[in-house]
Structure formats: C-alpha cells, structure tokens
T-cell receptor, first 109, second 110 residues
Framework: TQLLEQSPQFLSIQEGENLTVYCNSS?????LQWYRQEPGEGPVLLVT?????EVKKLKRLTFQFGDARKDSSLHITAAQPGDTGLYLC?????????FGPGTRLSVLP | DAGITQSPRHKVTETGTPVTLRCHQT?????MYWYRQDPGHGLRLIHY???????DKGEVSDGYSVSRSKTEDFLLTLESATSSQTSVYFC?????????FGPGTRLLVL
C-alpha cells in the first residue's frame, strides 16, 4: 500500500517569511503533484514533477522531486496571505493517485 | 480550468435512502475518479473508471457503486446512505500524469 506523509501538519507564519513543507513516502512514484485547496473548493493543481531530482519554480514557489522519486518539497519565499490554504501532495502509481493528508498553511498579515 | 462539474453541490438526505451524485466532464479524458474528503483522512479513492463501462474499486468502496455509460459522465451511487457517508465528495479527471478536480459535493446524511 502506497502511503504519503506530509509535514508539518499545520504551519502559521507571518507575511514575508519563508517556509518549506515536505512530502515523504517509502514508495516510488512515477510522478508527484502538488495541489492547493481553499475552503469549500476542490484542489487546484500547482505543479507536476516527473523526473528524479527535478526542480520547478512557479513565481515564489519552488518544488523539488527527490532523486529516488519517493519524496518532494515545496518552498515558498516571502509568503503572502494569499498563500493561505491546504497544500496536498499526490503520488501517481499506475493510473491511480494516493494523497497525503496535507499541510494547512496560514499566513498572517 | 478543466471542464468538470458536479451535481448537486449540496445535499441533505436521511439514513437508508439512495443517493446519486453526478460528475460531468467536457475534456474527453479517459480516466475519472471519485474521492471523499474527511478531516484527518485527506482524500481517499472510492472508485475509478478507465473507460466507458470500465470501473474498479478504490480504497473505500464499501457502500458505493459507480456507473459510466458515456465518456463524459461518471455517477456515484450510495445504495442506502449511512451517517458515516457524510462527507465532501470530489470527482476528478486525468490525462495520465495529472488530475483535475471538480468543485465537490457536500453530503449530509441524517
């Protein structure tokens, strides 16, 4: 059974601070996705990483896929209140996806 | 945004009644999924489909059935709703590497 763990579970920071959240597994995934979900809405895709060691940047967000394709990190630079939300990672295996429990981020102005 | 709609968006029902949730896509994606999301459990896969009339069970399929008679529609049925099925249900579609989610259906079983 594929399992994904995310840490921390909760994170509350001040506007302008940097942060990193982690997604870890003992399983190898063919790709990994990061989503952000806001209350009352469905998850919205941020990025898909496919290659071990891959780094992708999306404005102030930097995503890294581990060399062994078992883990990933999301780094946010100079966090803003608009970054507040639930961040989910999901690993692809076959044609299915397994989700981590999420990191709930709150950025205070 | 991927063209995915879910209906109804909210529903309140009583224990023992049948309930059907609908997911409709305009993207012509082959794969469709139903998840439920509950506090402390994250998103858990109920059933998925890999083509018309081709479906399979996910992690939490007990008490649920699905049907896919057309590429664009994926139905989730609770044959006899129970209070433990109170949840938020999300449909998703996939183009192989990535899933796109619908807006969700909030179901309350009294």
């Amino acid at each position: 059974t594929q399992l994904l763990e995310q840490s921390p579970q909760f994170l509350s920071i001040q506007e302008g601070e940097n942060l990193t959240v982690y997604c870890n597994s003992s399983s190898v995934f063919s790709s990994l996705q990061w989503y952000r979900q806001e209350p009352g809405e469905g998850p919205v895709l941020l990025v898909t990483v496919v290659t071990g060691g891959e780094v992708k940047k999306l404005k102030r967000l930097t995503f890294q896929f581990g060399d062994a394709r078992k883990d990933s990190s999301l780094h946010i630079t100079a966090a803003q209140p608009g970054d507040t939300g639930l961040y989910l990672c999901a690993g692809e295996y076959g044609q299915n996806f397994v989700f981590g429990p999420g990191t709930r981020l709150s950025v205070l102005p | 945004d991927a063209g995915i709609t879910q209906s109804p968006r909210h529903k309140v029902t009583e224990t023992g009644t049948p309930v059907t949730l609908r997911c409709h896509q305009t993207e012509n994606h082959r794969y469709m999924y139903w998840y439920r999301q509950d506090p402390g459990h994250g998103l858990r896969l109920i059933h998925y489909s890999y083509g018309v009339k081709d479906t399979d069970k996910g992690e939490v399929s007990d008490g649920y059935s699905v049907s896919r008679s057309k590429t664009e529609d994926f139905l989730l049925t609770l044959e006899s709703a129970t209070s433990s099925q109170t949840s938020v249900y999300f449909c998703a579609i996939s183009n192989q590497e990535t899933q796109y989610f619908g807006p969700g259906t909030r179901l309350l079983v009294l």
